[in-house]
């Protein structure tokens, strides 16, 4: 909260002249108490509200870090770190309803404002990272931002040389700064949670109804990924290069992992065409 005194000059109308309080004064680790006092210098119901959301929404910004931390989803299942899986979601649920006994139900534009943001970095460090935690966060986030900013709008096209050579030199950054930050070990656990190639595979495994990886199963799914984005990397950098062997190496590899039935089901997943014939059949249906 805020620690600069308040004065009678910056009241509203001027009310309460002379009088002249620092926060500290106003501050309760009561919220009614705080509320109470807020509305009595007459601040705005408005400040009030957004004061009082804030102070909320960080307090439980801290439990939704610490459910997810616990890793209630596993770095190899569908919704690892989504803020949409039930234990997330009880945490949210149980925010509003604090937020509606102290002021009332909020309307849609307050709860837009307010909704759930902890920030993923802080919870798929891996093991044996809290040390390094901060200071790889602060660095992974400016990378996320660089690497959306650079990739948005080219879902639907290829990449233009500029997007190419930009994406290039952000990855290599990556790779320098990784390597200079993390053990192997380390890497190999940052990646699993973190990399990509791991995120495209937990999507795909979840939109296969009844699919499910072990750990071992997924720790070497996602690595032959990393190795085919690799090399698909370094094809495009020489020009280009025959990319459909290199993916049919890659469902090769696949199939050695899961066998033929369990591969097929992984494939459809990440075949666009097929989840779009699905998602109609499902709809017709």
């Not at 001027?14 to 705080?34: K, N």
């Not at 109470?36 to 408005?46: A, D, K, N, V, W």
Request: with cysteine; glycine share 8%; charged share 25%.
């Amino acid at each position: 909260m805020i620690p600069a005194p308040v004065t009678a000059d910056s009241l509203p109308n001027g009310s309460h002249a002379g009088l002249s309080f620092r926060w500290v004064e106003l501050e309760s680790p009561d919220y009614l108490t705080y509320i109470s006092r807020l509305r009595r210098i007459g601040c705005p119901e408005t400040t009030v509200r957004d004061l009082i959301t804030a102070d909320l929404h960080a307090a439980y910004d801290a439990k939704r870090v610490a459910v997810l931390a616990g890793e209630p989803r596993k770095f190899w299942q569908h919704g690892f770190g989504s803020m949409e899986i039930p234990e997330v979601k009880a945490v949210n649920t149980a925010e509003a309803e604090v937020l509606a006994r102290l002021l009332g139900a909020p309307d849609a534009s307050v709860m837009a404002a307010a909704s759930p943001g902890a920030s993923p970095d802080t919870f798929k460090l891996g093991p044996g990272l809290s040390l390094k935690g901060s200071a790889i966060q602060s660095w992974w986030e400016d990378y996320t931002a660089q690497r959306q900013a650079i990739l948005a709008g080219t879902e639907d096209r290829e990449l233009t040389d500029q997007e190419q050579a930009s994406l290039a030199t952000l990855e290599q950054a990556k790779e320098t700064n990784l390597n200079g930050r993390l053990t192997p070990k380390e890497r190999e656990e940052f990646e699993m949670r973190n990399s990509p190639s791991a995120e495209i595979r937990r999507d795909s495994a979840g939109k296969s109804v009844g699919f499910v990886v072990t750990e071992r199963e997924f720790r070497k799914l996602a690595g032959l990924r990393q190795d085919y984005d690799r090399y698909v990397e370094e094809l495009e950098k020489a020009g280009g290069g025959n990319l459909e062997e290199a993916w049919q190496v890659l469902q090769g590899q696949v199939t050695g992992v899961l066998g033929s039935e369990r591969a097929a089901l992984l494939h459809n997943a990440e075949d666009p065409r097929f989840q779009q014939v699905w998602r109609q059949a499902l709809a017709e249906n």
